[in-house]
């Protein structure tokens, strides 16, 4: 599979749920590690890209934009010694590309929780595979294909910290979360004593535990999961406390689109190419089969 080069370079941030430093749009090719997957993933009919439609737009474009992260581990990183971008939500947005263009040629433009509804708005990206938490809220400004994974919020630590256990215990306490995610309601509406402190990005974050300036870290277990595996001097200590279901993120309105990418989505599912590519991300750290893929147009929002 050959490699494509960037050629346009922006200066957006972003980890979906906690933002990250900025860096250029990359190329997304998938890795030798990903191809084997992707070359199993459907394609769609030409009857499928109907003229003047998003499709259409994308496939006489030759790539797929996608609004991502390129230091999320498992999710969406970006490889040192190849560039490519890999993970659970990189290989999404290949298999989508694949489905349009017959080859996963995608463009990822590292983008922010703040900025994610801009880029969609005004075009720059065409999809957002970011750990986009579906909510009523959101929904008012963009729309939701999916979802397409189910996670939710944990809390982290340094390792040997006492004392916290639940939510709750996080009252009086400073708590680390990302700006504009859904951690900040969620301490809010739990431990509505806890002083949160907020950094734009995930790796941030992470610093800011270590270096005490708050003692529990409020993030996305599949990213923490993610980080203490990276990071041995951290650790989980509760299980997931919400259900946060992610979604695809789309123009707001271009509901033919978005029936588009769900029956690509629910393609995905049904021939296992979902599945494996879980196996070969988050399926190297979460022990067990892949879990059942929430149902598609299951929650408010989506």
Same mark, same amino acid.
């Given at each position: ?29 998938p890795s030798e590690k990903g191809s084997d997957v992707l070359a199993k993933a459907p394609v769609a009919a030409a009857a499928e890209i109907l003229p003047g439609s998003t499709m259409e737009k994308i496939k006489q474009r030759g790539e797929l934009l996608v609004g ?40 990822i433009v590292n983008s922010a929780s703040e900025t994610r509804e801009a880029l969609l708005a005004n075009g720059t990206v065409d ?105 041995? =001097? @951290?650790?989980? %200590? ?6 946060? !279901?992610?979604? +695809? &993120?789309?123009?707001? *309105? ?26 070969? =991300? @988050?399926?190297? %750290? ?6 059942? !893929?929430?149902? +598609? &147009?299951?929650?408010? *929002?989506?």
């Open positions: 599979m050959k490699r494509f080069v960037a050629v346009v370079a922006v200066s957006l941030l972003g980890l979906a749920a906690c933002g990250e430093s900025s860096s250029p749009a990359v190329p997304g090719a991502g992260s390129l230091d999320a581990p498992l999710l969406s990183q970006q490889n040192p010694a190849t560039g490519e971008v890999e993970g659970f939500d990189a290989d999404m947005g290949k298999a989508l590309a694949k489905y349009i263009l017959g080859e996963p040629k995608v463009k999809v957002v595979f970011q750990t986009y938490t579906i909510t009523e809220e959101r929904a008012k400004q963009v729309a939701f294909a999916g979802p397409y994974y189910t996670s939710g919020l944990t809390i982290a630590v340094k390792k040997g910290t006492a004392g916290i256990a639940k939510p709750e215990d996080l009252n009086g306490k400073k708590v680390l979360a990302g700006a504009n995610t859904p951690a900040i309601p969620a301490i809010k509406k739990l431990a509505p004593q806890a002083e949160i402190i907020t950094f734009g990005s995930d790796p941030e974050c992470v610093q800011a535990l270590k270096q005490d300036r708050g003692v529990a870290y409020v993030q996305d277990e599949t990213i923490l999961i993610a980080d203490a595996k990276k990071d041995p =001097s @951290i650790e989980i %200590v509760t299980k997931p406390f919400t259900v946060d !279901p992610y979604g +695809i &993120g789309l123009k707001h *309105g271009d509901d033919q689109f978005k029936k588009f990418v769900n029956d690509w989505l629910k393609k995905t599912q049904d021939t296992g190419v979902w599945q494996e590519i879980w196996k070969k =991300s @988050i399926g190297t %750290v979460v022990t067990g089969d892949a879990p059942q !893929p929430p149902q +598609i &147009g299951s929650v408010p *929002g989506s």
